[in-house]
C-alpha cells in the first residue's frame, strides 16, 4: 500500500514537470514564431486621464493603490500630477480635506475576468503603468499603501512622516530624508541608500534588504528567508533579525547594535559602538572583525565564533564557555571592558588587533 502511494506521488511529480516543460517550450516557440501574447488579452480598453493638484496647504499625502503598477516620481514643477490608465475596471479618485490628500488607484479584478476576458486579460495592466508625479520640496506626512507593485522613491528631502506598505513588490529609497520612516513588503526586497531620518523601521519576510549610508535615532529591521547587508549604518540603536538568511554588517557606528540569525551565518565587520554589541546565532557562524565596544556578547550553537576585535586582551574580563570544541580564550577579570562568548557545538577562536 506504502509504496503504491509512493509510486504514485512520483509519477503526480514527474508528470507536474513535464507538464511545465512543455508549456515553457511552446511559449518559446511561440515567441519565435513571432505570435504576440498582448493579442489575446481581452480585458477591456484603456483610456489615458490626466489630474492635477495644487501641492500648497497639503500636509499629508497618502496613495493607496490595488493592483495595476505605479510610478512614483518628482515633478518637474510645485504641483501634483496624476497619469491614470482607466477602465471599467480601474478606476483612478482622489479626496482633499483640511491639508490632507488621497489619491486611490483601484482594480475591482473578480475571480472569473480570466475565462471573461482571458487568461492573458491581467497581463495588459502592466502595459499600462500610471504615474504619479510629488513635487521634490514636498515637506508633509507621505504614506503608500499598495500591493503587487515597485514602490521606488528618489530625491524627496523634506519629508516628515514617510510610510510605505507593500505587498508582494519591491520597497526602494534612494537620496530620501525625513523625521521618521517606517517600511514594510512581503515576498520582495526593500532597499535604501543614502537616507537620513529619525526613528527607522525596515521589514519584508521571504526577501532581501540592504541598506547603505543610512543615518537613523534608532534602526529595527527584520526578515526571514533572506539576507540583510547593511553597509555605512550610523545609529543610537540598531537591532537586526533574521532568520534561515545571512546578516552582514560592515561599517557601524552606533550606541548598542544587536544582530542574532539562524541556519545562516552573522558577520559584523569595521565597526565602533559606544555601549554594547550582542551577535548571536543558533545552527551558524558568528565573525566579528575589527569591532570595538565597551561589551561584546557572542553566542552561537552548531557553527563557529571567531574573528579580531580592537584593542588588547587585557583590556576586557571574558568569559568564555563551550561545548564540542575548542576556545583560544581564558577566562579572565580586571579588564574596563568585558567580552562573553558562549558556544556549543563549535569552537572559538577569538583574537586582538594589539598585544
Given at each position: 500500500m506504502f509504496k503504491t502511494k509512493s509510486k504514485t506521488k512520483r509519477l503526480l511529480m514527474i508528470s507536474g514537470i513535464l507538464c511545465g516543460a512543455g508549456i515553457l517550450i511552446a511559449a518559446v516557440a511561440f515567441a519565435f514564431c513571432g505570435f504576440d501574447f498582448w493579442k489575446v488579452c481581452a480585458a477591456p480598453d484603456y483610456q489615458e486621464s490626466s489630474y492635477t493638484y495644487s501641492a500648497d496647504g497639503i500636509s499629508s499625502l497618502k496613495l493607496d493603490f490595488k493592483g495595476p503598477p505605479v510610478e512614483i516620481r518628482t515633478s518637474p514643477d510645485d504641483k501634483i500630477h496624476v497619469t491614470a490608465w482607466e477602465n471599467d475596471r480601474?478606476?483612478?479618485?482622489?479626496?482633499?480635506?483640511?491639508?490632507?490628500?488621497?489619491?486611490?488607484?483601484?482594480?475591482?479584478?473578480?475571480?472569473?475576468?480570466?475565462?471573461?476576458?482571458?487568461?492573458?486579460?491581467?497581463?495588459?495592466?502592466?502595459?499600462?503603468?500610471?504615474?504619479?508625479?510629488?513635487?521634490?520640496?514636498?515637506?508633509?506626512?507621505?504614506?503608500?499603501?499598495?500591493?503587487?507593485?515597485?514602490?521606488?522613491?528618489?530625491?524627496?528631502?523634506?519629508?516628515?512622516?514617510?510610510?510605505?506598505?507593500?505587498?508582494?513588490?519591491?520597497?526602494?529609497?534612494?537620496?530620501?530624508?525625513?523625521?521618521?520612516?517606517?517600511?514594510?513588503?512581503?515576498?520582495?526586497?526593500?532597499?535604501?541608500?543614502?537616507?537620513?531620518?529619525?526613528?527607522?523601521?525596515?521589514?519584508?519576510?521571504?526577501?532581501?534588504?540592504?541598506?547603505?549610508?543610512?543615518?537613523?535615532?534608532?534602526?529595527?529591521?527584520?526578515?526571514?528567508?533572506?539576507?540583510?547587508?547593511?553597509?555605512?549604518?550610523?545609529?543610537?540603536?540598531?537591532?537586526?533579525?533574521?532568520?534561515?538568511?545571512?546578516?552582514?554588517?560592515?561599517?557601524?557606528?552606533?550606541?548598542?547594535?544587536?544582530?542574532?540569525?539562524?541556519?545562516?551565518?552573522?558577520?559584523?565587520?569595521?565597526?565602533?559602538?559606544s555601549r554594547s554589541v550582542s551577535l548571536a546565532n543558533s545552527n551558524g557562524s558568528v565573525e566579528i572583525l575589527q569591532a570595538e565596544a565597551p561589551a561584546i556578547d557572542l553566542s552561537t550553537s552548531n557553527g563557529e565564533i571567531s574573528g579580531v576585535i580592537q584593542g588588547s586582551q587585557r583590556d576586557y574580563s571574558i568569559e568564555a564557555s563551550t561545548s564540542n570544541g575548542s576556545s583560544n580564550l581564558m577566562n579572565t577579570v580586571g579588564g574596563e571592558k568585558t567580552l562573553k562568548v558562549s558556544n556549543s557545538n563549535g569552537g572559538i577562536n577569538v583574537t586582538f588587533s594589539q598585544p
Open positions: 480601474v478606476k483612478f479618485d482622489a479626496e482633499e480635506s483640511s491639508g490632507a490628500l488621497t489619491l486611490r488607484l483601484g482594480a475591482d479584478i473578480r475571480w472569473y475576468d480570466q475565462f471573461l476576458y482571458g487568461f492573458f486579460s491581467n497581463l495588459s495592466s502592466y502595459q499600462h503603468r500610471s504615474v504619479i508625479e510629488i513635487p521634490a520640496g514636498y515637506q508633509g506626512d507621505f504614506t503608500v499603501f499598495c500591493s503587487e507593485t515597485t514602490v521606488d522613491l528618489k530625491g524627496f528631502e523634506n519629508l516628515r512622516n514617510l510610510e510605505i506598505k507593500n505587498s508582494n513588490g519591491s520597497v526602494s529609497l534612494e537620496n530620501i530624508s525625513s523625521d521618521r520612516c517606517i517600511l514594510s513588503t512581503s515576498n520582495a526586497s526593500v532597499y535604501c541608500k543614502n537616507l537620513t531620518t529619525g526613528e527607522m523601521e525596515a521589514y519584508s519576510s521571504n526577501g532581501s534588504i540592504a541598506l547603505e549610508q543610512v543615518a537613523a535615532d534608532n534602526l529595527h529591521t527584520g526578515t526571514s528567508n533572506s539576507e540583510i547587508i547593511g553597509m555605512a549604518l550610523i545609529s543610537g540603536e540598531i537591532s537586526v533579525s533574521n532568520s534561515n538568511g545571512p546578516i552582514s554588517l560592515t561599517d557601524i557606528k552606533a550606541d548598542v547594535l544587536t544582530a542574532s540569525t539562524s541556519n545562516s551565518t552573522n558577520q559584523l565587520q569595521n565597526a565602533v559602538l
